[in-house]
C-alpha cells in the first residue's frame, strides 16, 4: 500500500520559515519524481517545486529564492524549505509522487502565514 505522510504545516508569522516533510512508503522512493503542490481556497492546485530522480529541481515563480526542494533517499522523505513566507503562501500543500502513470498523492497540510 502506497502512502505519502506530509507534515510540518502550521501557523507562521509574515517572513517566518516552515520545513514540510512528506514521507512515503510503498513505493520505490528513489525512482520517482517527488512534487509539491498547493491550493489556496478558491483557486486551482498549483505546482510549487519538483525534484526528479537525478536531483533536478524546478521551482514556481513566485517562490523561487524563497523555496527549497530536497529528498532523502535513505530515509525515503522529501522535503520542502519554505522560507520569507507571505501570506499569499497560504494553502494546503500536497506532495506528490510520480513516475510515468504511477502517481500518487499525500493528504495535504496546511500552512497558513498570517500575522
Known amino acids: 500500500q502506497v502512502q505519502l505522510v506530509e507534515s510540518g504545516g502550521g501557523l507562521v508569522q509574515p517572513g517566518g520559515s516552515l520545513r514540510l516533510s512528506c514521507a512515503a512508503s510503498?513505493?520505490?522512493?528513489?525512482?520517482?519524481?517527488m512534487r509539491w503542490y498547493r491550493q489556496a481556497p478558491g483557486k486551482q492546485r498549483e505546482l510549487v517545486a519538483n525534484?526528479?530522480?537525478?536531483?533536478?529541481?524546478n521551482y514556481a515563480d513566485s517562490v523561487k529564492g524563497r523555496f527549497t526542494i530536497s529528498r532523502d533517499n535513505a530515509e525515503n522523505t522529501a522535503y520542502l524549505r519554505m522560507n520569507s513566507l507571505k501570506p499569499e503562501d497560504t494553502a494546503v500543500y500536497y506532495c506528490?509522487?510520480?513516475?510515468?502513470?504511477?502517481?500518487?498523492w499525500g493528504q495535504g497540510t496546511q500552512v497558513t502565514v498570517s500575522s
Open positions: 510503498g513505493i520505490t522512493f528513489e525512482m520517482y519524481t
Open positions: 506528490n509522487a510520480l513516475l510515468i502513470t504511477s502517481n500518487y
Open positions: 525534484i526528479t530522480k537525478g536531483g533536478s529541481t
